[in-house]
């Protein structure tokens, strides 16, 4: 006969009961915006500067559920994509596309912050 004896269900039910509220309460907001911070940083790096007013007005914003990076000059579509009498001189989509590991990167490790956070 073979006896086997279980300890520490008690405190495993109560962790699993922790992690399933780590998508609520902004847990997962923190880790996208996370993410987003990496792209706001790179987007400012690569935008045309003449003035300053388009890099300056790029930011993040975002609640619980997105994190959205914008540029909030009112010309920020023609630089990005061009006109008729302009070159596009793309900015917000290499900041995304090129460093997609990095931001993915910055994303999961807020989120296993937030993990062991939660499971204390």
Request: hydrophobic share 40%.
């Given at each position: 006969m073979i006896d086997v004896q279980?300890?520490?269900i008690d405190k495993l039910q109560a962790n699993l009961g922790r992690l399933a509220n780590v998508g609520k309460g902004g847990s997962?907001?923190?880790?996208?915006?996370?993410g987003a911070l990496v792209v706001e940083?790179?987007?400012?790096?690569?935008?045309?500067?003449?003035?300053?007013n388009l890099q300056g007005s790029i930011g993040t914003e975002g609640d619980n559920n997105k994190a959205i990076v914008k540029a909030s000059a009112e010309y920020a579509a023609y630089v990005e994509f061009g006109t008729s009498r302009m070159s596009a001189q793309p900015y917000m989509r290499p900041a995304?596309?090129?460093?997609?590991?990095?931001?993915?990167k910055a994303?999961?490790?807020?989120?296993?912050?937030?993990?062991?956070?939660a499971i204390r």
């Open positions: 279980v300890t520490g997962m907001g923190r880790a996208l915006r996370a940083g790179h987007a400012k790096y690569y935008v045309p500067v003449v003035t300053g995304v596309y090129s460093h997609i590991p990095e931001i993915e994303a999961g490790h807020q989120l296993g912050h937030e993990i062991k956070v």
